[in-house]
């Protein structure tokens, strides 16, 4: 062989590499998938690690996942930021906080919308409300990619609430929204709107006299020892929506996205079965560990709904795309009673 034919053959061999070399780099691409969510060891907790599992399993390792409980990544509003800005890739959020991108995301705490965390599910599952909810902050960086119900609400408090008249004058924290707000003023309470992380310190220093939450992130955190006393208010219901940045997603190959999106739609539904496991052991829980259980008297509690009746068309009326969104879910939640 010649030192020309060499040379070629050489130059030929080391093409030929780069070309082989270049292909695998492209497809073996890690993407880093930041997950946060406010709560922690109970069910939106649950269902982000097993969303983390599914997404690098179902990606083959190419999506690498982080998962970042209990607000390390800061606040609820500082978390949306993130979402919107790419800086965070995924939030496992209750829509009412997600407010101040469009007010409908807050449709979903009207209480008495839904009775049951069956039914609550079934709604969180309906094509008009997932078509809905979902493209809620689609033009504000967000891609919506689930939904589902987490739980009813519980009230924590100070000092024990075992009647309506107890909640006259009392400071207690709600969800961002309007309904919720709405809500417990016709009960006497002054509701006041607070980030999960702040709430504990809050009741802690007298700040606030209650908290509206599930009850298992009473339990998983601890409340027990700043305010013992549970009410089971059991309304509204809290759901947890599957929120993507916009900007990380579109940044992904086209299978990559067909994983986050199919992974997000098979969590929202297979996490039905843990959400009413967590809900059952949540009263021995919280009693096991010094906290005590209130229910409301049965004429009470039947009061307290029929206060809260009209709240969601009251507050949704002053807003025709809130009205409209308001009468979707509602008649979601009419076909699925």
Same mark, same amino acid.
């Given at each position: 062989?010649?030192?020309?034919t060499a040379s070629a053959t050489i130059v030929s061999a080391l093409?030929?590499?780069?070309?082989?070399?270049?292909?695998?780099?492209?497809?073996?691409?890690?993407?880093?998938?930041?997950?946060?969510?406010?709560?922690?060891?109970?069910?939106?907790?649950?269902?982000?690690?097993?969303?983390?599992a599914r997404v690098e399993k179902d990606s083959g390792g190419r999506?690498?996942?982080?998962?970042?409980?209990?607000?390390?990544?800061?606040?609820?509003?500082?978390?949306?930021?993130?979402?919107?800005?790419?800086?965070?890739?995924?939030?496992?959020?209750?829509?009412?906080?997600?407010?101040?991108?469009?007010?409908?995301?807050?449709?979903?705490?009207?209480?008495?919308?839904?009775?049951?965390?069956?039914?609550?599910?079934? $709604?969180? %599952? @309906?094509?008009?409300?997932?078509?809905?909810?979902?493209?809620?902050? !689609?033009? &504000?960086? #967000?891609? /919506?990619?689930?939904?589902?119900?987490?739980?009813?609400?519980?009230?924590?408090?100070?000092?024990?609430?075992?009647?309506?008249?107890?909640?006259?004058?009392?400071?207690?924290?709600?969800?961002?929204?309007?309904?919720?707000?709405k809500a417990f003023e016709r009960l006497g309470a002054t509701p006041?709107?607070?980030?999960?992380?702040?709430?504990?310190?809050?009741?802690?220093?007298?700040?606030?006299?209650?908290?509206?939450?599930?009850?298992?992130?009473?339990?998983?955190?601890?409340?027990?020892?700043?305010?013992?006393?549970?009410?089971?208010?059991?309304?509204?219901?809290?759901?947890?929506?599957?929120?993507?940045?916009?900007?990380?997603?579109?940044?992904?190959?086209?299978?990559?996205?067909?994983? $986050?999106? %199919? @992974?997000?739609?098979?969590?929202?539904?297979?996490?039905?079965?843990? !959400?009413? &496991?967590? #809900?059952? /052991?949540?009263?021995?829980?919280?009693?096991?560990?010094?906290?005590?259980?209130?229910?409301?008297?049965?004429?009470?509690?039947?009061?307290?709904?029929?206060?809260?009746?009209?709240?969601?068309?009251?507050?949704?009326?002053?807003?025709?795309?809130?009205?409209?969104?308001?009468?979707?879910?509602?008649?979601?939640?009419?076909?699925?009673?």
């Open positions: 062989m010649s030192r020309r093409a030929l590499a780069a070309v082989l070399a270049a292909a695998p780099a492209q497809a073996d691409d890690q993407y880093v998938m930041k997950i946060t969510l406010p709560t922690i060891h109970e069910t939106n907790w649950y269902a982000a690690t097993e969303y983390a999506i690498k996942t982080e998962v970042y409980p209990a607000s390390q990544l800061g606040s609820i509003p500082r978390q949306i930021e993130g979402l919107q800005f790419g800086s965070i890739q995924c939030g496992f959020l209750p829509p009412e906080f997600f407010v101040g991108v469009d007010n409908r995301f807050q449709i979903m705490a009207a209480p008495g919308l839904v009775e049951t965390m069956d039914q609550a599910q079934r $709604v969180a %599952q @309906d094509p008009e409300v997932k078509k809905l909810m979902l493209g809620l902050g !689609a033009n &504000k960086g #967000l891609y /919506g990619a689930a939904m589902f119900a987490a739980t009813p609400s519980f009230l924590d408090s100070r000092t024990p609430i075992r009647h309506l008249a107890d909640l006259k004058g009392k400071k207690i924290r709600v969800l961002a929204s309007d309904f919720q707000i006041v709107a607070m980030s999960l992380g702040d709430v504990l310190p809050a009741i802690q220093q007298g700040t606030i006299d209650a908290s509206v939450s599930g009850l298992t992130v009473f339990t998983s955190m601890s409340y027990q020892d700043a305010a013992k006393y549970i009410t089971a208010i059991r309304q509204p219901f809290i759901f947890i929506v599957i929120e993507l940045s916009a900007k990380w997603r579109s940044s992904l190959p086209p299978d990559l996205q067909k994983v $986050v999106d %199919q @992974d997000a739609a098979e969590e929202s539904v297979a996490i039905q079965s843990y !959400a009413l &496991k967590d #809900l059952a /052991g949540g009263t021995k829980d919280w009693t096991d560990h010094g906290g005590e259980m209130i229910e409301l008297p049965k004429d009470e509690q039947a009061a307290m709904m029929e206060s809260m009746g009209s709240v969601g068309e009251d507050v949704s009326k002053k807003d025709p795309a809130l009205a409209a969104a308001y009468q979707t879910v509602t008649d979601a939640a009419k076909r699925h009673k």
